[in-house]
């Protein structure tokens, strides 16, 4: 077994401990790979290992990952998700090439994706980004402004807004994570409350998947946990680069 794919159980341990504790079934939590700065043979070897799921922030890179696991793996049937910060200008090569896209906080990327999604592919499967703690300079749609971009997203034909995504500011304690993801799990709430019918609430990584789960998280996506720690670029990266 290589090192990926034992990480990758050691992860599901995880998923399934915090699954226990909070009382949740294991399979309502899905494990999404970000395979981020690894290469095609990393993503071959988790997926040796029954991961299905992926994550990418960086859409060159992603895509550039997807064409080759199409190579190398024409047989797999691999889940792609965007997870890093839109551009217009990177838009179409995200419709074109992507299953999800987590990080739309802005009406503008969300009519952009939908207009470019290839007519012969299933809707765009879409998450809200939400800056739940308020970061001055992060990505995300603030909470107050939420409401207003899901009912609006939620009617672009293309798409499928399937629901919200959080990368919290890191916290050194169990019971500070959770508090935090327990504001965002308020908001998903409350959008199902207007009849959105959102399933997926995505949040919680390597280092406070645990307290994501105790808080509801449906998707945790886990980067260094499985594949190893990253050397470039530094991290986190869900920025604008520019
Ligand atoms: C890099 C990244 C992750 C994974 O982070 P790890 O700490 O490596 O688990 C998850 N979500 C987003 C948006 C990321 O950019």
Redesign the pocket.
Known sequence: MTTIEDNLQQVRGRIATACARADREVAAVTLLA?S?TFGPDAVAQALAGGQRAF?E?YVQEGVEKILALREIRPDAAIEWHC??PLQSNKTRLVATHFDWVQSVDRLKIAQRLSEQRPVDRAPLQVCLQVNVDGGANKSGVTPAELPGLAIAVAQLPHLRLRGLMC?PEPADSFEAQRAVFLQARALFDELNARGLGLDTLSMG???DLDAAIAAGSTMV?????VFGSRTAPP????RPSV
């Open positions: 970000v981020k994550g922030n997870i890093g990368i990584m390597s280092d996506r886990v980067g260094r946990a991290e986190p990266s869900n």
